[in-house]
Structure formats: C-alpha cells, structure tokens
C-alpha cells in the first residue's frame, strides 16, 4: 500500500474511533467543561469557547500523527 491510502486508512480509523467515543458519551461530563473554557451567561445569552479543550484534543491529535509517521 502506497504512503497516502495508508495515511487516509489510519485517520479514517482514528476519526470512527472518536465518532464511537462520542457517540456512546464518553466524556460527557468533563469534555468541554474543562478549567480554562470560557463561558459567558447574561439573561438569555450564552457564550461558551472551550479553549483548553481544544488545545488537548490538538495536542493528542498531533502526537497520534507524529508517531504513525515514524
């Protein structure tokens, strides 16, 4: 198998794996609910930014493809 179909095999798997994991809830009650996301309520206005949140899964992300490349 050539270097790109291996690279679109494994993060289809990778994306049906966090598609199962949210699908079956896990993580509901921390995932973006984390010290350091932003939430905001006045009245009837709600602004949530879960910036922590974010930077894990990106950081997760990132070391999942550095160590398929190697």
Same mark, same amino acid.
Request: proline share 4%; with cysteine.
């Given at each position: 198998?050539?270097?790109?179909?291996?690279? %679109?095999?494994?993060?289809?798997?990778?994306?049906?794996?966090?598609?199962? %994991?949210?699908?079956?809830?896990?993580? $509901?009650?921390?995932?973006?609910?984390?010290?350091?996301?932003?939430?905001?309520?006045?009245?009837?206005?709600?602004?949530?930014?879960?910036?922590?949140?974010? %930077?894990?899964?990106?950081?997760?992300?990132?070391?999942?493809?550095?160590?398929?490349? $190697?």
């Amino acid at each position: 198998m050539n270097e790109p179909g291996k690279m %679109l095999f494994i993060i289809g798997l990778m994306i049906a794996l966090v598609g199962l %994991l949210v699908w079956s809830g896990f993580g $509901k009650g921390w995932l973006g609910r984390m010290p350091g996301d932003i939430h905001y309520t006045k009245g009837n206005f709600s602004f949530h930014f879960p910036v922590v949140t974010c %930077l894990l899964i990106s950081v997760a992300l990132t070391f999942l493809i550095w160590l398929f490349q $190697k």
